[in-house]
């Protein structure tokens, strides 16, 4: 009698038995070749540090030939280890260049096991991983990710630190066979001498100095290979917006840009770009750590949508990316969620004000009436006019005011920030400028009596969208308030209805947490959200925008797994600024911006007191 498993319909054959005879579904298979890559590594590691468990078979002949199969086999054993380790990040990602490098490893590893521990377990190990890679190598086809050379400097100093460690646990690994007690400081330099294929310090018996010289002069020839490896490979710039790419956002923007506040923020340089088969919808992306970023809604006619989002989640695909989107709306979320299958939790809300609701009368418009108030009689004068009003003297000391009045060293913004002030085809954004002269006023000031700056971009042909928010630290509190106050009491003369301020993150919680009857955990999430305000401002931004009496438009992560969420967070973090790998700002180069943007490289994309999107 015989069961036929492939197909099988009459349930004989139990649901379990089925999937273990069949293997792995193919999405589960580089998790799991990653994590198998990740045990053969430590397990090359460990036969590579560590004196040999057992006796060998083969003791004999690495006596006759000490310092050549012994030694040797060791240290490929430890370089292979360390290789592997490198490549499972990559497998899990379905990599094809860690598939390709995984493949020459793996018999390597098996082989070093084999002459030098004779560990049948080990070897085994190896081949097996080495036959599962082969079976599934149509699941690693992943391109490579965007990549520069500084990559090169990052991997010789993590290597180098790793391997100085790993240095330590090699030349301490072998108590017995150490003459004399040599310090930490004789071991420390020992390591590094044994990096740079240089005797060191400290002695051992019966042929160890060998083992140990090989090992470390294996970690050092890594550091370096790999190191040279990634200062000369082709670079694989990330994706940039070019001409053509802005002319037909523009287009698209110029006949559905009142749909979404954030969609000017897609013209950011730094951003790329896929459309609809039709060309009528667009999906604006950033990749960041493996994550390809989209902010905010799709571009163009809702009915495309759903051409740029598939588009996208191919690009995704064929990169092995993690596909997430930050700061969507509610039409938005529910367009990915239908059509990618993702999921959709809410990030927090847009503060709105609808200019002709709002007054500065009233009980609960106090405390900002008597604020511009106090200001206005120290002296303070507001200007609000549309960029392409201000001529070019004055828009330049715009932009180095602006640059100079940064908190930062890295400008921060991503989904809510534009990045530049003043470029071509911006003249339609509105730039709102405090003054203030008087006799204390240093004559020679830089800029005059320029004391604060706030940026609002277009959003559609009657909205506004504040960009950036910036002030004079000698200036009198409260310039931020006065400045848009002046904005929304200016914007029906500009044609301005409506206005979006910054973005509150998790504000519902901390909105429904300090009201009375609010339960327990509601007032735990509520604390915790109080105390991450510390870096990261999210009280005080709900505070403020509050301030205004806007209305709050509910705003989207749209994520593929939950597992995702720390990583999407990571990287939205790194888009916005919050999480900087580059140098500091004395050891950066300044690059001179792109001709087809003179200002861009200058203008801050910040506000004052946070960063408008999570």
């Not at 521990?117 to 391109?143: D, K, P």
């Not at 902010?295 to 990169?319: C, L, T």
């Not at 001529?391 to 100079?404: K, T």
């Not at 797994?561 to 967070?569: A, N, Q, T, W």
């Amino acid at each position: 009698m015989s069961v036929t498993v492939d197909g099988d319909k009459s349930g004989l054959v139990p649901v379990r038995v089925r999937r273990i005879l069949r293997g792995p579904r193919p999405e589960k298979v580089p998790a799991l070749v990653g994590t198998a890559c990740t045990l053969i590594g430590f397990v090359d590691i460990a036969t590579g540090v560590f004196p040999r468990f057992r006796a060998s078979r083969m003791r004999a002949l690495a006596e006759v030939l000490p310092g050549t199969i012994g030694p040797l086999s060791s240290a490929l054993a430890l370089s292979a280890g360390v290789l592997l380790l490198l490549l499972a990040h990559g497998l899990k990602r379905r990599k094809r260049r860690a598939w390709r490098a995984a493949a020459v490893l793996l018999p390597v590893g098996a082989v070093a096991q084999f002459v030098w521990r004779h560990s049948v377990l080990g070897t085994l190990l190896s081949l097996v991983l080495l036959a599962f890679l082969l079976r599934h190598r149509g699941e690693f086809a992943a391109l490579p990710d965007p990549r520069s050379r500084w990559r090169a400097l990052a991997n010789f100093v993590v290597m180098g630190a790793g391997s100085i460690a790993l240095g330590l646990v090699i030349v301490s690994a072998h108590p017995r066979r150490v003459i004399g007690s040599p310090s930490l400081a004789d071991r420390l330099e020992h390591v590094l001498y044994g990096l740079f294929g240089v005797e060191g310090p400290v002695r051992y018996t019966n042929g160890v100095d060998w083992t140990v010289g090989y090992s470390l002069g294996a970690l050092g020839m890594l550091t370096a290979l790999t190191t040279i490896y990634l200062a000369f490979r082709p670079e694989h710039p990330a994706a940039r917006l070019t001409d053509e790419d802005e002319v037909r956002l523009r287009a698209l923007l110029d006949q559905h840009g009142g749909r979404d506040s954030l969609g000017h923020f897609a013209l950011r340089s730094d951003k790329g770009v896929v459309f609809s088969p039709s060309g009528k919808a667009a999906v604006c992306y950033r990749v960041v750590s493996g994550v390809m970023l989209a902010s905010g809604d799709p571009i163009g006619d809702v009915e495309a949508w759903p051409g740029a989002i598939e588009r996208f989640m191919d690009e995704a695909k064929a990169h092995s990316w993690t596909p997430a989107v930050m700061g969507c709306s509610e039409t938005g979320g529910q367009v990915w969620t239908r059509e990618t299958g993702l999921d959709a939790l809410e990030l927090g809300d847009e503060a709105v004000v609808d200019v002709a609701d709002f007054s500065l009368a009233g009980r609960a418009m106090r405390n900002v009436r008597q604020m511009v108030k106090r200001i206005e009689r120290n002296g303070y004068t507001t200007q609000v006019r549309r960029v392409r009003d201000l001529d070019d003297a004055e828009l330049e000391q715009v932009r180095r005011a602006a640059a100079d009045w940064r908190g930062t060293d890295t400008e921060r913004g991503f989904s809510m920030a534009l990045g530049r002030i003043g470029a071509p085809g911006d003249g339609d954004a509105v730039i709102a400028t405090a003054h203030k002269t008087d006799a204390d006023d240093a004559p020679d000031s830089a800029y005059g009596d320029l004391k604060a700056i706030i940026h609002l971009v277009p959003w559609g042909p009657d909205g506004m969208s504040l960009e950036l928010m910036r002030r004079d630290r000698s200036a009198d509190p409260g310039m931020n308030e006065l400045l848009i106050v002046a904005a929304l009491q200016a914007s029906p003369d500009l044609g301005i209805a409506r206005v979006s301020l910054n973005f509150a993150m998790f504000r519902s919680a901390l909105a429904r947490g300090e009201k009375i009857g609010a339960g327990p955990v509601l007032r735990v999430w509520r604390g915790l959200l109080v105390f991450l305000s510390r870096w990261f401002q999210i009280e005080s931004l709900y505070k403020f925008n509050a301030k205004f009496q806007p209305r709050w438009e509910p705003r989207f992560v749209v994520y593929r797994k939950s597992r995702d969420l720390p990583r999407i967070g990571f990287a939205a973090m790194q888009a916005e600024g919050f999480v900087n790998f580059s140098l500091p700002r004395p050891f950066t180069r300044r690059r001179p911006a792109p001709a087809r943007r003179p200002c861009a490289h200058i203008v801050p994309a910040a506000t004052e007191r946070g960063i408008r999107a999570a």
